[in-house]
Nanobody
Framework: QVLLAESGGGLVQAGGSLRLSCVVNGNIFSINAMAWFRQAPGKQRDLVASITTGGSTYYADSVKGRFTISRDNARYTVYLQMNSLKPEDTAVYYC????????WGQGTQVTVSS
């Protein structure tokens, strides 16, 4: 059973935009805060943004003002709108509950060229 399914990544030039989507198992989505994480090559997986069931959000300083997290409760889906992308945003992006659980999904690759 697939619990987390990320999509929407791709290759984009610096300054461009992407919108990531994550379809979540309904039992998980309904009772948990959700979050996006990212992992660049050779680095640890870091929290990018989170959103509670009530809609309160948190953003890492590195993405504040550029990324927006949202959730569609009817579709059990979490989104990450990424604007003004920078090469340092290049990473595999994962969604998960917050705090996260195992197993993680496969993630979606985001590559930003300079």
């Amino acid at each position: 059973q697939v619990l987390l399914a990320e999509s929407g990544g791709g290759l984009v030039q610096a300054g461009g935009s992407l919108r990531l989507s994550c379809v979540v198992n309904g039992n998980i989505f309904s009772i948990n805060a959700m979050a996006w994480f990212r992992q660049a090559p050779g680095k640890q997986r870091d929290l990018v943004a989170s959103i509670t069931t009530g809609g309160s959000t948190y953003y890492a300083d590195s993405v504040k003002g550029r990324f927006t997290i949202s959730r569609d409760n009817a579709r059990y889906t979490v989104y990450l709108q990424m604007n003004s992308l920078k090469p340092e945003d290049t990473a595999v992006y994962y969604c998960n509950a917050y705090p996260p659980f195992q197993p993680w999904g496969q993630g979606t690759q985001v590559t930003v060229s300079s």
